[in-house]
């Protein structure tokens, strides 16, 4: 959801998607400051090794 927000906030604004997703605003921010999980970090890695 976070990624398809990010994807289309430029043609229709956060609070619009966010609206119509039935999820805060808050909501979409909080988990853009977030840090990456590990699980994300690790995936990131293997795909980078998987890659080469």
């Known amino acids: 959801m976070i990624r398809y927000i990010d994807e289309h906030w430029t043609r229709w604004g956060v609070e619009p998607i966010c609206r119509e997703l039935q999820v805060?605003?808050?909501?979409y921010y909080a988990a853009k400051a977030r840090?990456?999980?590990a699980r994300a970090?690790?995936?990131a890695t293997?795909?980078?090794i998987i890659g080469r």
Request: hydrophobic fraction near 30%.
């Open 46 to 48: 293997l795909a980078d």
């Open 24 to 27: 805060a605003p808050s909501s």
């Open 35 to 37: 840090p990456p999980s």
């Open 41 to 43: 970090v690790n995936d």
